[in-house]
């Protein structure tokens, strides 16, 4: 029997912009060995908003790569599913529909800043491991105050505020709005809906009712609470799995290319010997 309230749904997130990679791999291992274990539903989403980024010819190739890997899902963009579509880039009216509540809510204003000024802003504080942490320049502004200059559009954090969840993996979590994180991006100046929006958007549309990650979302997780709770949704249970270190302790990245699936493949490694590695 399941431990959650409701039916177990699960999901797998890959991001079209490379050849799967064993650290993914694993990641999506534990999703959906916990998707089993609580004899729930996996979704395969596609996260292809980035366009700049993600490659068209990746998508097939991901598909394939997690087959052969051994990963079974139940809805997804190759067979459809009751929340379909389930590729980002079909999913935009959605994105829209919630960056409106957001603006009528008053949680978001548009930025102008770019990198470099956020980078260059004296007051502003890096927290650690993570981006800078906004200085505020915009907070004031108004969407009639911006002119011709691109803007995105940031949400604004309740400084001080301390946001905690119960990590399925890692127990308490807490962290303090304005110190661990700053104002983040919900929308990007380029259009494109910012990961932090688009995921809590989808999560709750398609039910999903656990979020098995890596942790270096962890601080992430806490700003889509904070998007949970303005769009007036209930946030999944969160499950963040630890990174996969090379040799010497780094991190492993998609620059580590000798570790995508498809290279290890042809390299005569089968999904069972690679999983014995892990566990
Ligand atoms: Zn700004």
Redesign the pocket.
Known sequence: MSRFEKPYRGRLAPSPTGLLHLGHARTFWVAQQRAKENEGTLILRNEDLDSTRFKMEFVPAMIEDLRWFGFEWQEGPNCGGPFAPYNQSERMHFYHAALEKLRIGGFIYP???TRK??RLAASAPHSENDEPI?PG??RQ?RQSATGNRK?SW?FRVPDGETVAFNDGNRGAQAFVAGRDFGDFVVWRHDGVPAYQLACVVDDAAMQITEVVRGEDLLISTARQILLYRALGLEPPAFFHCELMKDDSGVRLAKRHNALSLRLLRENGETPESLRRKWF
């Open positions: 930025c102008t800043c000024d956020i906004y320049t915009c502004n803007f940031r």
